[in-house]
């Protein structure tokens, strides 16, 4: 009979000892948790709702150093036995598109389910303990709480991040990896949202509108999505933003010149864009520049395009030149943002950078440096994009941790 512990209880800590608890039913495990309860982030997730999977799960929605980690743990942990760990706690599924949810769409039921399986395998959990560090105690380990002192023979850091607003999520893993011989990937704020340098969309702030938003890190496109840009005072927002967002932190990390670029007609190529506008031109030519776009885009965002384009919002539509038709085609398909920074770690749903993934077996999840000790969930340099990838690579990562710190 072995002692399993296992630092963090967000939800990759609590998959790991159910799972360790499985597999090894005499094995003592037991969890040390920063906060008052277990799983407190995953009451936000998914606006409440907990975006468990996707049915599309594939290493090539894991971004960085973590793309080959991830894969080697989803070979090993696949979708079926991903939602096989949620019907097992007694979560029914369903499904909206190809993003997975428990079927009350309740985080709350998530974790508690979780909770009541931990309990029924009698997983000790202390709650409210701020461990201080962990170091080798001849062939286990000494984890050091506040004036506690507690053993293992197996350590398990589930941490998580400095992501959320969530207290206790500050970072603390990192320093006792570090401790223990790891190094770090930058860790920086990822899906979250982007500050503009003096943004020119500001008086449209609230507009939800279609378009195609491309990182472009020293002029070279990185990443692009297409969906919902949500455009706020002081920048930009919305899944296509936050889908992006990792490389902009990380662009911003390494002093480079990053800029967005917004496609507001990401359907028409901008020869059809170009051809569009004339036409209109020629069709509504007694209406003004500003009405002769209404229909196609959002009211409060057709002035800041004139702007842009430098055209006067009362101009009539027939007065305008080849030349600024071909000005506004360009902003519309082609509009450069200033990034001059991104909102904090408190406002990002995950971060980017950890533990540095060469230095864990893709395997076992095992340390390469520390025998006996395993790394799992957002504290590991891994990271996905929205839609239930983050959430599934907790789960796998605790789960094979847990299995084999368990002894399989």
């Given at each position: 009979m072995g002692k399993i512990a296992i630092i963090g209880g967000g939800i990759s800590g609590m998959a790991a000892a159910i799972t360790a608890a499985r597999t090894d039913s005499s094995a003592e495990v037991f969890i040390l948790e920063h906060n008052e309860i277990l799983g407190k982030k995953i009451l936000s997730t998914g606006n409440g709702r907990c975006n468990l999977t996707n049915m599309q799960l594939s290493a090539d929605y894991y971004r960085g150093g973590g793309a080959q980690l991830a894969e080697a743990v989803l070979r090993q942990f696949s979708l079926e036995q991903t939602l096989e760990f949620f019907h097992s706690l007694g979560l029914l599924t369903r499904s909206r598109g190809d993003y997975v949810y428990p079927r009350s769409e309740q985080a709350a039921d998530v974790r508690e389910s979780l909770q009541m399986e931990l309990e029924r395998l009698q997983v000790s959990c202390h709650l409210e303990e701020h461990v201080r560090s962990v170091r080798r105690d001849g062939r286990g380990f000494a984890i050091e709480s506040g004036d506690k002192l507690y053993r293992a023979d197996k350590v398990i850091l589930a941490c998580g991040s400095r992501a959320s607003q969530i207290a206790g999520s500050d970072g603390s893993g990192y320093a006792l990896a570090q401790g223990l011989g790891h190094t770090l990937e930058p860790v920086v704020p990822a899906l979250v949202q982007l500050k503009v340098r003096a943004n020119p969309f500001a008086k449209a702030s609230g507009v939800r509108t279609e378009a195609r938003i491309a990182a472009r890190i020293d002029g070279r496109e990185r990443a692009a999505d297409t969906g919902e840009l949500q455009i706020t005072s002081y920048g930009i927002s919305g899944i296509p933003v936050f889908q992006i967002s990792r490389f902009i932190s990380r662009?911003?990390?390494?002093?480079?010149?990053?800029?967005?670029?917004?496609?507001?007609?990401?359907?028409?190529?901008?020869?059809?864009?170009?051809?569009?506008?004339?036409?209109?031109?020629?069709?509504?030519?007694?209406?003004?520049?500003?009405?002769?776009?209404?229909?196609?885009?959002?009211?409060k965002l057709i002035p800041r395009l004139l702007d842009l384009a430098h055209i006067k919002a009362k101009m009539p539509?027939?007065?305008?030149?080849?030349?600024?038709?071909?000005?506004?085609?360009?902003?519309?398909?082609?509009?450069?943002?200033?990034?001059?920074?991104?909102?904090g770690f408190e406002q990002a749903q995950i971060c980017a950078g950890g533990?540095?993934?060469?230095?864990?077996?893709?395997?076992?999840?095992?340390?390469?440096?520390?025998?006996?000790?395993?790394?799992?969930?957002?504290?590991?340099?891994?990271?996905?994009?929205c839609g239930g990838y983050n959430i599934t690579w907790a789960v796998a990562s605790g789960h094979i941790a847990g299995c084999h710190a368990a002894g399989r």
């Open positions: 662009g911003l990390y390494d002093r480079r010149n990053v800029q967005v670029e917004a496609d507001f007609l990401p359907d028409v190529s901008y020869q059809n864009a170009e051809s569009l506008l004339a036409r209109r031109a020629e069709q509504f030519k007694e209406r003004s520049a500003e009405g002769y776009l209404r229909g196609i885009f959002n009211r539509a027939g007065n305008l030149t080849p030349a600024q038709i071909k000005s506004l085609a360009a902003v519309c398909k082609h509009t450069l943002l200033d990034i001059e920074a991104t909102n533990v540095k993934t060469s230095e864990i077996s893709p395997d076992t999840m095992e340390s390469l440096y520390v025998p006996g000790l395993y790394l799992a969930g957002e504290m590991v340099d891994v990271d996905g994009i």
